[in-house]
């Protein structure tokens, strides 16, 4: 307990930088929402003019402007990303840090087993994820309805905004293996802006080459926001593939870990 709430305070500062800085990010998107109401019409003749695949890399093929969700998972998309990378950097980080700081030796002497340790720190992240995730959930919510006084369908709503979670967690979780594959990370945030720009960026060319088996690559394409949009739903098959990527990731994290060499200076 003692290992967990340290990591808790170690984390606390960056958990709430992020926090404010996600929900101030999406008001002050949503802040434009009114203008954008006012002008949908003239605003999405301009977007026709695009591509397909940009309008659905953007969640814009069914969705209008002029509606609240739809104006939300417009802006969502750039949330998602920056969520993203706070998770990677949450999972890299965690356990990294006792490598590059060389303090392996003193947390691995205590009376606990390594697989005890690391179960420790990844319940710190997860708890740190979830508390992202609540404050985003109520706090978008109500940015929603301050800017706005049409109705929201609450499911629709909570699917758009649970693909945060998503895509935290299996980002937390490749996070994770990177770490431990890695001997020693000096800095952690180009990694993680690295790793998640090259998902979004072949999930962008799975919606411009409508290539199916790029869709199975990018974990952006498994919560993809025009479908969401489309259906009210997630599909099935890409959250059984998510849920086996982040067993795989975690198992290995487990794996190597444990009879992983840390220095002591």
Not at 121 to 143: E, P, R, S, T
Request: glycine fraction near 6%.
């Amino acid at each position: 307990m003692n290992v967990l709430l340290q990591e808790l305070r170690m984390g606390r500062k960056s958990l709430w930088v992020w926090c404010l800085s996600l929900v101030g990010t999406l008001g002050v998107f949503m802040l434009l929402f009114p203008l954008m109401a006012e002008q949908a019409a003239e605003i999405e003749k301009i977007f026709e003019s695009f591509p397909e695949a940009f309008r659905k890399a953007l969640g814009l093929t069914t969705t209008s402007l002029g509606e609240v969700l739809g104006y939300y998972s417009f802006a969502f998309l750039y949330i998602l990303l920056a969520g993203s990378v706070q998770a990677m950097n949450l999972g890299v980080s965690v356990l990294s840090a006792e490598v590059r700081d060389k303090t392996g030796d003193f947390l691995f002497v205590k009376p606990m087993k390594r697989s005890q340790i690391i179960t420790i720190k990844i319940a710190a992240v997860g708890i740190q994820i979830a508390i992202v995730n609540l404050v985003m959930c109520l706090g978008n919510f109500i940015i929603l309805k301050l800017v706005s006084d049409q109705s929201i369908d609450l499911k629709h709503y909570l699917l758009l905004t649970g693909t945060l979670l998503f895509l935290q967690v299996f980002f937390a979780a490749l996070g994770l293996a990177v770490s431990v594959f890695l001997k020693r990370i000096r800095t952690v945030l180009p990694i993680s802006m690295g790793v998640v720009f090259m998902f979004y960026i072949i999930y962008l060319l799975n919606q411009t080459l409508d290539d199916a088996k790029l869709a199975w690559i990018s974990p952006f394409g498994y919560f993809d926001l025009s479908y969401i949009n489309d259906h009210i739903a997630y599909q099935g098959k890409f959250l059984i593939a998510w849920a086996v990527l982040n067993a795989i990731f975690v198992f290995f994290t487990y794996r190597i870990f444990t009879k992983k060499d840390l220095p002591s200076r």
